[in-house]
């Protein structure tokens, strides 16, 4: 099994910068592939905000370009997300989430419990 923690978020004025972390307990049967950052406002479905390979390929929202960047430390299982220039729209509950290669079991998604991004305008 792998459990995500995050940690960061909270409440900025717009224009600001936030950032968060997302730490993985990886098991000896398991592996990590893509881990990324997902959004969910209040009434929208969850929505992907960036993602990154274990090799560093990263791919993000077209409404995050250039604003936030995601970065990894395999080392320490670990996902970062830097927000700056944020917006009001980017208010939601953002969720780690990891692609897990299970021994026996093959793929698996995992997530984080969420943490809270206020932009005020």
């Known amino acids: 099994q792998v459990q995500l923690v995050e940690s960061g978020g909270g409440w900025v004025q717009a224009g600001g910068s936030l950032s968060l972390s997302c730490t993985a307990s990886?098991?000896?049967?398991?592996?990590?592939?893509?881990m990324g950052w997902y959004r969910q406002a209040p009434g929208k479905q969850r929505q992907l905000v960036a993602t990154?390979?274990?090799?560093?390929?990263?791919n993000y929202a077209d409404s995050v370009k250039g604003r936030f960047a995601i970065s990894r430390d395999n080392a320490k299982n670990a996902v970062y997300l830097q927000m700056n220039s944020l917006k009001p729209e980017d208010t939601a509950v953002y969720y780690c989430?990891?692609?897990?290669?299970?021994?026996?079991?093959?793929?698996?998604?995992?997530w984080g419990q969420g943490t809270q991004v206020t932009v005020s305008s």
């Open positions: 989430h990891a692609d897990v290669w299970v021994y026996m079991h093959g793929q698996a998604d995992y």
């Open positions: 990886e098991s000896i049967s398991s592996t990590i592939r893509t």
């Open positions: 990154i390979t274990s090799g560093d390929t990263t």
